[in-house]
T-cell receptor, first 113, second 111 residues
């Protein structure tokens, strides 16, 4: 596609359930990033993938969060046993290797009741 | 640790200049960025500056970098109502891929 796409656009779940958020990066972009944007907060770095290198997971807030990137393209962010504080907009971005500009998707708004 | 700080709100009149300020902590930052987020839209890169530059100008945008004070600013000349958005300052660290964002400055432009 022409841009980064994310699905679903909105997700409402109950506390304790698991959720999966999907990101389709721009074709050919080797770097992929996940961020979390909470109300009134900046973008919180979660994880990034670069080619076949080990991902930088330093931003994941707890072991309930995990992400994978299959085949160097699509990525899935999984949150297990969701908590109300996980409610936020989860943004995905991709970029070409060694380039400065990250292209962002529209985000997934997660609401945990 | 890594941190980027910026004021949360700025209000200007249409036609005036806007100056959005940002401070960062990582002295090894290679690139510093300004992203714009319009209502209901994703973030888009506005401009960036390499850490060995002091200033970059791009049409109505002027970026100033004071590396000694770790201070970055974005000046928007002749601000228009269409400039109303949230502006995020960001720095790259660890060789360029990990990017730390500020909380964003919400710019209100009054007609």
């Amino acid at each position: 596609g022409a841009g980064v796409s994310q699905s679903p656009s909105n997700k409402v779940t109950e506390k304790g359930k698991d959720v999966e958020l999907r990101c389709d990066p721009i074709s050919g972009h080797t770097a992929l990033y996940w961020y979390r944007q909470s109300l009134g907060q900046g973008l919180e770095f979660l994880i990034y993938f670069q080619g076949n290198s080990a991902p930088d997971k330093s931003g994941l807030p707890s072991d309930r969060f995990s992400a994978e990137r299959t085949g160097g393209s699509v990525s899935t962010l999984t949150i297990q046993r969701t908590q109300q504080e996980d409610s936020a907009v989860y943004l995905c971005a991709s970029s070409l290797a060694n380039r400065n500009e990250q292209f962002f998707g529209p985000g997934t708004r997660l609401t945990v009741l | 640790g890594e941190d980027v700080e910026q004021s949360l709100f700025l209000s200007v009149r249409e036609g005036d200049s806007s100056v959005i300020n940002c401070t960062y902590t990582d002295s090894s930052s290679t690139y510093l960025y300004w992203y714009k987020q319009e209502p209901g839209a994703g973030l888009q890169l506005l401009t960036y500056i390499f850490s060995n530059m002091d200033m970059k100008q791009d049409q109505r945008l002027t970026v100033l970098l004071n590396k000694k004070d770790k201070h970055l600013s974005l000046r928007i000349a002749d601000t228009q109502t269409g400039d109303s958005a949230i502006y995020f300052c960001a720095e790259s660290i660890n060789g360029g891929f990990k990017t730390i964002f500020g909380a964003g400055t919400r710019l209100f432009v009054k007609a």
